[in-house]
């Protein structure tokens, strides 16, 4: 399946803290010069999701209609409390504004593939693919898995694995080294 991802258009959507953190460095290992356009939802006003949709004037919309034009879209995360970041909870949460507001974006969705970054420090989150998971289905994206890579330095089984890890992520996004 990698071979398949070398020709297409990817983008990496960030949503950490820390915007130069640990998972900057994982996203920098594994990405390295790959030229991937990079999206630091730091660097956008988007707001909770509102049922009065009284925030449509922040930047999620926008910025979904860039990411629409993508083939592959890489979420690179870190794990905080066995969950994604708080930037992609409320970037996730606003695509109710796709299938309600904008359902002309909402459809282009369908047949976008997605991949996740985590870093974790403390704990392998187990169950932290399911939502992902989930999202694709019910959007008509598809899955393609995930790498998780431990940013700590104590834990010498997940240092060895990180390794195959960062492989992993590579082959599936067709990331030439």
């Known amino acids: 399946m990698g071979r398949k991802c070398i020709n297409m258009n990817k983008v990496i959507i960030f949503g950490s803290s820390r915007s130069f953190g640990d998972t900057r460095k994982v996203v920098d290992e594994i990405l390295g010069h790959s030229g991937i356009e990079l999206f630091d939802l730091n660097k ?101 898995g995930s790498s998780f890579i431990y940013s700590g330095t104590e834990n010498a089984e997940f240092l060895q694995k990180n390794i195959a890890y960062v492989e992993k992520a590579k082959l599936k996004l067709g990331i030439i080294s």
């Not at 629409?68 to 996730?92: E, R």
């Open 44 to 144: 956008f006003n988007i707001s909770p999701f509102d049922y009065e949709h009284l925030n449509r004037n922040d930047d999620f919309i926008p910025l979904i209609e860039k990411l629409v034009a993508y083939d592959i879209w890489i979420i690179a995360t870190p794990v905080y409390w066995y969950a994604t970041s708080v930037q992609h909870k409320i970037f996730f949460d606003r695509f109710s504004d796709l299938l309600s507001l904008r359902k002309d974006l909402g459809r282009k969705l369908r047949g976008k593939k997605l991949f996740v970054i985590a870093s974790f420090d403390t704990s392998y989150p187990r169950g932290f693919e399911d939502t992902f998971e989930q999202i694709c289905k019910y959007l008509g994206m598809e899955y393609l």
